[in-house]
């Protein structure tokens, strides 16, 4: 059974401030997603990082896939009020590319 | 347009109650699927669907039951349901279940209360 350890579970800080959201496996995953998801709504897709040490940019968010795709970061600068939400990783791994392990989320506040 | 859509966006039931559940994308996905998930928790795996057959049933109660009645549409119908299967109830879609790579992109769910 593969596991992704999400850390840290919960998260609150102040508007401006940086953070740091680790997934750790000791299983290799072919591809990791992250997503964001708002109370009461459904995960929305933020990136997809598939080669080891892979680095992607969005904004103020920056993702990067460990060199042996065991291990993820979320990165996010200056953190705002609209980045408040529950942060997932999920990792496709093996040769089931449709099963994902799911991270146990992150819950990020940003207070203004 | 990486849209999937979800109705109704609310549902409450009686445990006697039959409803269904809606899901429809039309991105031209061929593997389709339902996740139940219950707050601050993450998604949990229930049906996958790969070209309109269901490939994995991950020994979900016999009161759930998939369908696929074609590549866009995706239904999850109810039928004598617990107070613990209370929870929001996700689809997603992705391009194939063997596309390394390939994302799964999740609707924005039904909240559903079983009373």
């Known amino acids: 059974t593969q596991l992704l350890e999400q850390s840290p579970q919960f998260l609150s800080i102040q508007e401006g401030e940086n953070l740091t959201v680790y997934c750790n496996s000791s299983?290799?995953?072919?591809?990791l997603q992250w997503y964001r998801q708002e109370p009461g709504e459904g995960p929305v897709l933020l990136v997809t990082v598939v080669t080891g040490g892979e680095v992607k940019k969005l904004k103020r968010l920056t993702f990067q896939f460990g060199d042996a795709r065991k291990d993820s970061s979320l990165h996010i600068t200056a953190a705002q009020p609209g980045d408040t939400g529950l942060y997932l990783c999920?990792?496709?791994?093996?040769?089931?590319?449709?099963?994902?392990?799911f991270g146990k989320g992150t819950l990020l506040t940003v207070n203004p | 347009d990486t849209e999937v859509t979800q109705t109704p966006k609310h549902l409450v039931m009686g445990m006697t109650n039959k409803k269904s559940l809606k899901c429809e994308q039309h991105m031209g996905h061929r593997a389709m699927y339902w996740y139940k998930q219950k707050a601050k928790k993450p998604p949990e795996l229930m049906f996958v669907?790969?070209?309109?057959?269901?490939?994995i049933n991950e020994s979900v109660p016999s009161r759930f039951s998939p369908e696929c009645p074609n590549s866009s549409l995706l239904n999850l119908h109810l039928h004598a349901l617990q107070p613990e299967d209370s929870a929001l109830y996700l689809c997603?879609?992705?391009?194939?279940?063997?596309?390394?790579?390939?994302?799964?992109?999740f609707g924005p769910g039904t909240r559903l209360t079983v009373t």
């Open positions: 997603a879609s992705q391009k194939g279940i063997r596309d390394r790579g390939s994302e799964q992109y």
């Open positions: 669907y790969s070209y309109e057959k269901l490939s």
């Open positions: 299983s290799v995953f072919s591809s």
């Open positions: 999920a990792g496709a791994g093996g040769g089931s590319n449709y099963k994902l392990t």
